[in-house]
């Protein structure tokens, strides 16, 4: 067919599909608000017919003002552009639920025309649509180079070659600069907070690396600020700049002088310690000085005097845990041997002979078979699991609760990493060597095996080694402990918490919520106790001894509650700008988030230390609802001023408590 004749079929099937989509548009402006619902349909059925012709989304661009004011979106969150979050968006096209998809890709096109100035809309900025639709494609990458892989071609069907239209004219539209400028600075947000987890990051990483090499894809001069970032996995010293690949590279090191493997050893650590990430290039180092040079071991690691100290007075058990857990596949480890050198934590009694009797446990062969099924057969299932061992004990704060309603056990592996490793180690020997652990709730000894259902309603996923282990036993036993309070008064986490978590949680227990009706209750007493327990201006200057159980209201951006979580209170202090601050341990992966009206966690620069999150004290407060104090320790309640209660009353009754306290 002749080109010109197959255009002008194209522009001609558009032409009436666009004359449907107007005729719905102005049938849904003129209709009241009360029955526009009745003619939304008809609108999100043109818009398929028009979004599956070429030239769809940029006629759906050209109409975005039109769809927007008719009420396409009226009464869904996208009536809102500016509460939206870029991290729901891909989620939210691969949903399968065509109307959810269809909305959620008029929505990005309404920010296409919104970045280029067509409309001016009153909530969003062209600079934040810009921002906004420049990290959708950064969390989307391989949307944009990749094909539809069959399982997306089966389970989506000519969706799946919608949403790769919809992205690549949207980055048509803003540029593949400004994307990889979005996805750097993602990626080192995420990387600050030390996550134990950095599969999906490395990824990332590869993907880019890829995607630069191909000469048929501009990314712009923007991705140079990702340099570092490959260089760290893939050729992080000169002898490896060109990523040879581990068996090259092992040769080399063979020829290399004391002076040259010095110099490796230092490129590595500086490399990993910058950015969290370990390259399989520095598990071959760090193999080969075990066998020929450890003396420069600690140069290779980057350890600190504390780290040094460790690694002098049990070389043996620390070349052992190397050589069983570090490999070219599993590098990731390295980073969390480093920093379990660095707390010095090999010098309690009991870790040393805990570690010995790790490397020599057998796991059983459930646990090992569920090992294979989650991360391969390659390294061992038993090297997987001390790996994820290492890596949680130099990272308490880096575990997360993964696609899981499972905060409670994610908040209670980190509290013992952090503050009972012992108590750890011995948990993950019950849960992998017998497949079971039994736990005491009130002097009753309560086996994970003979308890119900936890929590989790399917077998928790995408965890690290030791939670896929453990976290199942957990969350069965937490289930269980609160069906043992079921028939008493009040929350049933006064009693849980102490029982479940440790003897450190204190037993004073606060709660603002009635449990019955949901309603506020005590807001004044409840959150002078806090003050007077936690700030360190009236509860006399002492410092948190052990991390504390806390439950926060967790709302949207749009100050939307959202539901109740677990997170841990680390600690509260001045941060550099002498603003007193609460700094909390959050087990949901990603402590940054915005929580509206203002209240905005951060992760660095205030103060924050790698897998913090924090708020000033009175934000942080006004989403607390569960907190424990030692009950013989009260503080100075009164000399709290009242209008810094008025204050966190004020956040409160602007988010998750404006219904509940017009009930008190």
Same mark, same amino acid.
Not at 407 to 432: F, G, K
Not at 603 to 624: D, I, K, V, W, Y
């Given at each position: 067919?002749?080109?010109?004749?197959?255009?002008?079929?194209?522009?001609?099937?558009?032409?009436?599909?666009?004359?449907?989509?107007?005729?719905?548009?102005?049938?849904?402006?003129?209709?009241?608000?009360?029955?526009?619902?009745?003619?939304?349909?008809?609108?999100?059925?043109?818009?398929?017919?028009?979004?599956?012709?070429?030239?769809?989304?940029?006629?759906?661009?050209?109409?975005?003002?039109?769809?927007?004011?008719?009420?396409?979106?009226?009464?869904?969150?996208?009536?809102?552009?500016?509460?939206?979050?870029?991290?729901?968006?891909?989620?939210?096209?691969?949903?399968?639920?065509?109307?959810?998809?269809?909305?959620?890709?008029?929505?990005?096109?309404?920010?296409?025309?919104?970045?280029?100035?067509?409309?001016?809309?009153?909530?969003?900025?062209?600079?934040?649509?810009?921002?906004?639709?420049?990290?959708?494609?950064?969390?989307?990458?391989?949307?944009?180079?990749?094909?539809?892989?069959?399982?997306?071609?089966?389970?989506?069907?000519?969706?799946?070659?919608?949403?790769?239209?919809?992205?690549?004219?949207?980055?048509?539209?803003?540029?593949?600069?400004?994307?990889?400028?979005?996805?750097?600075?993602?990626?080192?947000?995420?990387?600050?907070?030390?996550?134990?987890?950095?599969?999906?990051?490395?990824?990332?990483?590869?993907?880019?690396?890829?995607?630069?090499?191909?000469?048929?894809?501009?990314?712009?001069?923007?991705?140079?600020?990702?340099?570092?970032?490959?260089?760290?996995?893939?050729?992080?010293?000169?002898?490896?700049?060109?990523?040879?690949?581990?068996?090259?590279?092992?040769?080399?090191?063979?020829?290399?002088?004391?002076?040259?493997?010095?110099?490796?050893?230092?490129?590595?650590?500086?490399?990993?310690?910058?950015?969290?990430?370990?390259?399989?290039?520095?598990?071959?180092?760090?193999?080969?000085?075990?066998?020929?040079?450890?003396?420069?071991?600690?140069?290779?690691?980057?350890?600190?005097?504390?780290?040094?100290?460790?690694?002098?007075?049990?070389?043996?058990?620390?070349?052992?845990?190397?050589?069983?857990?570090?490999?070219?596949?599993?590098?990731?480890?390295?980073?969390?041997?480093?920093?379990?050198?660095?707390?010095?934590?090999?010098?309690?009694?009991?870790?040393?002979?805990?570690?010995?009797?790790?490397?020599?446990?057998?796991?059983?062969?459930?646990?090992?078979?569920?090992?294979?099924?989650?991360?391969?057969?390659?390294?061992?299932?038993?090297?997987?699991?001390?790996?994820?061992?290492?890596?949680?004990?130099?990272?308490?704060?880096?575990?997360?609760?993964?696609?899981?309603?499972?905060?409670?056990?994610?908040?209670?592996?980190?509290?013992?990493?952090?503050?009972?490793?012992?108590?750890?180690?011995?948990?993950?020997?019950?849960?992998?060597?017998?497949?079971?652990? /039994?736990?005491? +709730?009130?002097?009753?000894?309560? %086996?994970?095996? $003979?308890?119900?259902? !936890? #929590?989790?309603?399917? =077998?928790?996923?995408?965890?690290?080694?030791?939670?896929?282990?453990?976290?199942?036993?957990?969350?069965?036993?937490?289930?269980?402990?609160?069906?043992?309070?079921?028939?008493?008064?009040?929350?049933?986490?006064?009693?849980?918490?102490?029982?479940?978590?440790?003897?450190?949680?204190?037993?004073?227990?606060?709660?603002?919520?009635?449990?019955?009706?949901?309603?506020?209750?005590?807001?004044?007493?409840?959150?002078?106790?806090?003050?007077?327990?936690?700030?360190?201006?009236?509860?006399?200057?002492?410092?948190?001894?052990?991390?504390?159980?806390?439950?926060?209201?967790?709302?949207?951006?749009?100050?939307?509650?959202?539901?109740?979580?677990?997170?841990?209170?680390?600690?509260?202090?001045?941060?550099?700008?002498?603003?007193?601050? /609460?700094?909390? +341990?959050?087990?949901?992966?990603? %402590?940054?988030? $915005?929580?509206?009206? !203002? #209240?905005?966690?951060? =992760?660095?620069?205030?103060?924050?230390?790698?897998?913090?999150?924090?708020?000033?004290?009175?934000?942080?407060?006004?989403?607390?609802?569960?907190?424990?104090?030692?009950?013989?320790?009260?503080?100075?309640?009164?000399?709290?001023?009242?209008?810094?209660?008025?204050?966190?009353?004020?956040?409160?009754?602007?988010?998750?408590?404006?219904?509940?306290?017009?009930?008190?």
């Amino acid at each position: 067919m002749d080109p010109a004749q197959q255009t002008d079929q194209i522009d001609k099937g558009l032409l009436s599909r666009l004359a449907q989509l107007d005729n719905a548009t102005e049938a849904l402006a003129s209709a009241p608000d009360f029955s526009k619902n009745t003619k939304v349909p008809r609108v999100l059925d043109a818009l398929h017919r028009v979004l599956t012709r070429p030239g769809g989304c940029a006629a759906v661009r050209d109409r975005a003002a039109a769809l927007d004011s008719a009420g396409l979106f009226l009464g869904t969150d996208w009536a809102k552009p500016d509460i939206l979050v870029p991290g729901f968006v891909g989620p939210s096209l691969r949903s399968g639920v065509i109307d959810t998809v269809l909305l959620e890709a008029t929505s990005e096109l309404r920010l296409c025309a919104i970045a280029a100035g067509e409309y001016e809309h009153p909530a969003v900025s062209a600079d934040d649509a810009r921002r906004f639709l420049s990290q959708v494609l950064a969390m989307n990458l391989e949307v944009l180079f990749s094909p539809p892989s069959e399982a997306e071609r089966v389970r989506l069907g000519r969706v799946a070659h919608l949403i790769r239209d919809l992205f690549g004219y949207v980055a048509d539209q803003i540029g593949y600069a400004s994307v990889l400028g979005e996805l750097g600075e993602e990626i080192w947000r995420v990387l600050r907070q030390r996550p134990i987890q950095v599969d999906h990051v490395k990824a990332m990483v590869t993907r880019i690396a890829v995607y630069r090499e191909d000469p048929d894809v501009d990314l712009g001069a923007s991705g140079q600020g990702l340099d570092r970032l490959i260089s760290a996995l893939f050729g992080p010293t000169e002898a490896c700049r060109e990523d040879p690949g581990v068996d090259v590279y092992r040769s080399r090191l063979d020829a290399m002088d004391t002076e040259a493997l010095e110099f490796e050893a230092r490129g590595f650590a500086r490399a990993m310690h910058d950015t969290g990430l370990v390259s399989p290039y520095h598990a071959t180092l760090v193999r080969f000085l075990i066998e020929h040079n450890t003396y420069l071991l600690g140069e290779a690691l980057g350890v600190s005097e504390t780290g040094r100290t460790c690694l002098q007075r049990y070389p043996e058990l620390v070349h052992c845990l190397i050589n069983e857990a570090v490999h070219p596949e599993s590098a990731q480890c390295l980073y969390g041997i480093a920093l379990m050198l660095d707390r010095g934590i090999l010098h309690q009694p009991p870790i040393v002979p805990s570690l010995w009797r790790q490397l020599a446990l057998r796991l059983a062969p459930d646990v090992r078979q569920r090992l294979i099924d989650t991360f391969g057969p390659s390294p061992s299932p038993e090297s997987r699991l001390l790996g994820g061992l290492l890596s949680m004990l130099g990272q308490p704060l880096g575990v997360g609760q993964g696609d899981n309603p499972t905060c409670q056990s994610a908040r209670a592996l980190s509290m013992w990493a952090y503050n009972d490793p012992d108590y750890l180690l011995q948990m993950l020997v019950w849960a992998a060597r017998d497949d079971e652990i /039994v736990m005491h +709730f009130e002097g009753q000894s309560l %086996s994970s095996n $003979d308890s119900e259902g !936890g #929590v989790a309603t399917a =077998t928790p996923i995408d965890l690290d080694p030791v939670s896929q282990i453990v976290v199942p036993h957990l969350d069965r036993i937490y289930a269980e402990m609160g069906r043992r309070c079921a028939d008493r008064p009040g929350d049933p986490h006064r009693w849980v918490n102490p029982e479940f978590h440790g003897w450190w949680s204190a037993r004073g227990f606060h709660i603002n919520v009635d449990v019955e009706t949901g309603d506020l209750i005590d807001l004044d007493e409840f959150l002078r106790g806090f003050y007077a327990s936690y700030h360190l201006e009236y509860n006399g200057g002492q410092p948190l001894i052990h991390p504390q159980p806390a439950g926060i209201a967790a709302t949207d951006s749009a100050a939307r509650y959202v539901g109740w979580h677990a997170i841990t209170v680390l600690r509260v202090a001045p941060d550099p700008d002498a603003v007193m601050r /609460v700094y909390f +341990f959050n087990p949901n992966n990603d %402590s940054g988030q $915005d929580w509206g009206d !203002g #209240v905005v966690v951060g =992760t660095s620069g205030n103060g924050e230390r790698a897998g913090e999150g924090s708020l000033p004290f009175e934000q942080f407060a006004s989403r607390l609802y569960i907190y424990h104090t030692d009950p013989l320790e009260h503080g100075e309640p009164d000399k709290v001023p009242a209008a810094d209660i008025e204050r966190v009353i004020g956040y409160i009754e602007r988010s998750w408590g404006s219904e509940r306290l017009r009930r008190m």
